[in-house]
């Protein structure tokens, strides 16, 4: 038996059992008889067997060809089915979205989020994984991660989802026992709650119109996230900076007040961010979906 076999063969074996003859198989294939023909002769000889028998009016399977001819229709059925397989993912949601997100924003916006995504799609598999350190894609086999701020410079793909304005926060119990800050200046005279992961926690620049002033605080508490950081200023343990989608419920509700609102800080970003250069179609839905949610917001 020849140590390889052209797979190509196979198929034009199997549809020239099913035409029948070499003239059928050939209009079939869209190639001369004689290339049917020597398509055949070459399997043959790979396999070191005889497949069919013929005669100028008739060809039939030998015992061997009609154990390989079954084979081989399995065979073919199985590449078609995982050609379909690979095709639907590139067309419709399937299999399990698996994404991870930062604590604050998985828990405030990305849940939800998923929530209403799935009903959409609901033969589609979720997996949230929430975690405040950078995750390795590649190596953990997520399909996307929605960061939040200002991206890192790495290999992987970004798609920008929306922004988010950052906003100096106070609870009215802290604001009852001290001055209400006026200008950004004033800020220094008051306890600052800042975020440990920043690169710079004490240090913030406000602008308003073509003005901008530099701001460093004075740091009374620090806490590593966002939701922690939410949860002392709600206690009135100090004034900070917090992102929208984090306190809009509590600036309703004036659990929360907003600080020097005719000042601006830079508004962060919200990317998806992904590994594939062709991601498959759940990926894309999901990204498209949160692009038009965050545009409502």
Known sequence: ????????????????????????????????????????LRLERELGVTLLVRSTRRMALTEAGAVFHADCVQLLEQAQAAIERIGDQRSKPTGTLRLTT??????????????????????????????????????????LAIRIGWLRDSSLRAT?????????????????????????????????????????PLRWTFTRGNSRRIVRMRQVMQANNAAAIRALVLAGAGVSVLPDYLVQEDIQAGRLQVLLAPYRLQEGGIHAVYPDPQPPAKVRAFIDFMRDRLAKR
């Open 1 to 40: 038996m020849g140590r390889d076999v052209n797979l190509n063969r196979l198929a034009v074996f199997v549809a020239l059992v099913r035409a029948g003859s070499f003239t059928a198989a050939a209009e079939h294939l869209g190639m001369t008889k004689a290339m049917v023909s020597q398509h055949l």
């Open 102 to 143: 930062s604590t604050d924003y998985g828990a405030a916006v990305v849940a939800p989020a998923l929530s209403e995504f799935r009903r959409l799609y609901p033969s589609l598999q979720i997996d949230l994984v929430i975690d405040d350190q950078i995750n390795d894609l590649i190596a953990e086999r997520f399909d």
């Open 160 to 200: 920008r989802l929306g922004s988010f304005r950052q906003l100096v926060m106070a609870s009215p119990a802290y604001l009852a026992e001290h001055d209400t800050p006026r200008r950004p200046e004033d800020l220094a005279m008051h306890g600052w709650i800042a975020m440990s992961a920043l690169a710079t």
